[in-house]
Nanobody, 125 residues
Framework: QVQLVESGGGLVQAGGSLRLSCALS????????MGWFRQAPGKEREFVAA????????YYADSVKGRFTISRDNAKNTVPLQMNSLKPDDTAVYYC??????????????????WGQGTQVTVST
């Protein structure tokens, strides 16, 4: 059974930072790509960032480029998302996801096979 568990969400003021983490368990993730998505109330789930598990290649949404950093810790089976210079528009539930099928990093939720339960991030003005 594959499990993804997010942690690290919370309430922060605009301009502040948070570090989310996604812990993976259940099997080897050697060939998986990992993604972070977010969903605000009344909006569709949107892509935030993705990383290749093998070569560390990364990709970011334009809205977070330069502020967020995705990484991976192969030994610990975790995928952190460092979020700096947070804005109220970053407020959402953040989800991590695993893609086992594609060679190239994917930007759409339907391309991912496993999902965590989500963690709330709230950025106040």
């Amino acid at each position: 059974q594959v499990q993804l568990v997010e942690s690290g969400g919370g309430l922060v003021q605009a301009g502040g930072s948070l570090r989310l983490s996604c812990a993976l368990s259940g099997r080897s993730f050697g060939n998986y790509a990992m993604g972070w998505f977010r969903q605000a109330p009344g909006k569709e789930r949107e892509f935030v960032a993705a990383i290749s598990w093998t070569d560390g290649d990364t990709y970011y949404a334009d809205s977070v480029k330069g502020r967020f950093t995705i990484s991976r810790d192969n030994a610990k089976n975790t995928v952190p998302l460092q979020m700096n210079s947070l804005k109220p528009d970053d407020t959402a539930v953040y989800y991590c996801a695993a893609d086992r099928n594609h060679v190239h990093l994917q930007l759409t939720p339907n391309s991912y096979d496993y999902w965590g339960q989500g963690t709330q991030v709230t950025v106040s003005t």
